[in-house]
């Protein structure tokens, strides 16, 4: 079992910046991957970004070259820093985890995690113009 927190969440302006962070517990070395989602109202939950244990990312197209995914293993934390936000990233967001290697491709991450995966309650971004 892993217990995850987020927090870091808030309301900014469009072209503001954000940094979430997700505080893990438990059998946190078992994790192969760990990533965000998000969603939004009336819209599917939607994966944001992906690190895997061997340090390589992923990342939803819309947020390429603005999201950063990050860990801290010594602080069992992550993060995802987010840099020139967009009303279109207003949402709720999900720290996940995963135990298993094939759900720690990208492809499969975005439809499985979402729904399957480790994750905590979710921190609220709200980006207003």
């Known amino acids: 079992q892993v217990q995850l927190v987020e927090s870091g969440g808030g309301s900014v302006q469009v072209g503001g910046s954000l940094r979430l962070s997700c505080a893990a517990s438990g059998y946190t070395s078992s994790m192969y991957c760990m990533g965000w989602f998000r969603q939004a109202p009336g819209k599917e939950r939607e994966g944001v970004a992906l690190?895997?244990?061997?340090?390589?990312?992923s990342y939803t197209d819309s947020v390429k070259g603005r999201f950063t995914i990050s860990q801290d293993n010594a602080k069992n934390t992550l993060y995802l820093e987010m840099n020139s936000l967009q009303s279109e990233d207003t949402g709720m967001y999900y720290c996940?985890?995963?135990?298993?290697?094939?759900?720690?491709?990208?492809?499969?991450?975005?439809?499985?995690?979402?729904?399957?995966?480790?994750r905590g309650q979710g921190t609220q971004v709200t980006v207003s113009s």
């Open positions: 996940a985890a995963a135990q298993q290697s094939w759900a720690c491709i990208w492809t499969k991450w975005t439809a499985w995690a979402p729904y399957y995966a480790y």
């Open positions: 690190i895997v244990r061997d340090g390589s990312t």
